[in-house]
């Protein structure tokens, strides 16, 4: 057993401090960003934002409508082939729909599922989830993907630290996916005790990224729009948030009416609620996700505007045109400040 001492931060435990500018109006910036993955050397140019795969979030028809604002969704593994099939197909006609990302797990069934609708479609990015990244299995299996498809953009996680970070690259991920235990709908940090603050971890992680040319995608602990700006300032490629998108028309929630409000019933996919679901539970496992009642939002046009808006306003508080420039440009001011929940609980 050893305790390291040294202080690690939460996005919750910081602010930016402004500095001085020569941006007049938020129009001034760009959210863009041309990213090479290192061994596809395929590129994109889009604004990082992720929607995750979350069933309730992590849907064709959400897909459909980021799409138009330049981001994209990693959707949930659960769609048949066949209707993925006809998603992409359409990318024909519309180019910013193969922004988008397909989720596959790691046992014998994802694979082999994903290599038919590979062979159907050639989809140009895969992203491979499981909750603990540090099996040594998932390393093989992240090899044995980039062996087989060469021309294939694949993100891996989740992982927190930087030795992890540089394995996964190493055996041929593209982008590595940061956060264990910070979710709004997973309890891991309560049920098993294992995390990681979220703010560190992406600055150790980034760091150890780019040194390989890599890239990272920060999943997770997203509570309000200031923690997507905080998450690009510490150094994260893209930002994955699937809480914060909890509750539009676009998601598969159950809606419910309290007192002549609507809410929406959302869980996390390592919930008692997903395994029911989605999963033979095994009597050796526990839930480490929980289900909520959040308020149900309507479109979500609102909130992808006030996301980006939120943005643009970060990069002008600290004279950055563009959106690499953020962590260059950051300086993060410790706070002793907490944000409370986003959500309620159900119960």
């Avoid at 993060?332 to 907490?338: A, G």
């Amino acid at each position: 057993m050893r305790i390291e001492t040294e202080v690690k931060l939460d996005f919750c435990d910081v602010l930016i401090r402004p500095k001085r500018s020569t941006l007049s109006s938020r129009n001034d910036v760009s959210l863009f960003r041309e990213l090479i993955f290192p061994h596809t050397k395929n590129k994109i140019y889009t604004i990082p934002l992720l929607v995750s795969n979350l069933y309730v979030t992590g849907t064709i028809t959400m897909a459909k409508a980021i799409e138009k604002h330049n981001c994209a969704v990693v959707l949930h593994k659960f769609y048949s082939n066949d209707v993925l099939y006809n998603f992409f197909h359409d990318s024909k006609d519309n180019s910013a729909r193969l922004n988008h990302w397909v989720s596959i797990g790691i046992n014998d069934n994802d694979l082999a599922k994903f290599d038919d609708l590979y062979k159907k479609f050639a989809v140009p990015n895969l992203c491979v989830d499981i909750a603990n990244g540090y099996q040594e299995v998932f390393v093989e299996k992240i090899k044995y993907l980039r062996d087989k498809y060469k021309n294939l953009n694949i993100m891996a996680g989740n992982v927190v630290t930087g030795d992890m970070t540089e394995a996964l690259l190493l055996a041929g991920a593209d982008v590595v996916k940061i956060g264990i235990g910070n979710g709004n709908l997973c309890t891991t940090r309560k049920v098993t005790g294992v995390g990681y603050p979220q703010l560190s971890a992406v600055i150790e992680c980034a760091d150890a990224a780019h040194g390989l040319k890599g890239l990272v995608c920060s999943d997770g602990g997203i509570t309000c729009t200031g923690d997507i700006a905080k998450a690009f300032c510490a150094g994260a490629d893209f930002v994955m948030a699937g809480s914060i998108f909890v509750g539009h028309d676009e998601c598969e929630c159950e809606i419910i009416e309290e007192n002549n409000k609507k809410y929406v019933i959302a869980y996390g996919m390592s919930s008692k609620m997903a395994q029911e679901k989605h999963f033979n539970i095994k009597n050796y496992r526990a839930s480490e996700g929980r289900e909520v009642k959040a308020l149900y939002k309507g479109s979500v046009e609102s909130t992808i505007s006030e996301i980006l808006g939120g943005l643009r306003s970060t990069l002008t508080y600290i004279g950055a045109n563009k959106l690499k420039e953020a962590s260059k440009r950051t300086t993060f001011v410790m706070v002793n400040r907490q944000v409370s929940n986003y959500f309620n609980d159900v119960n």
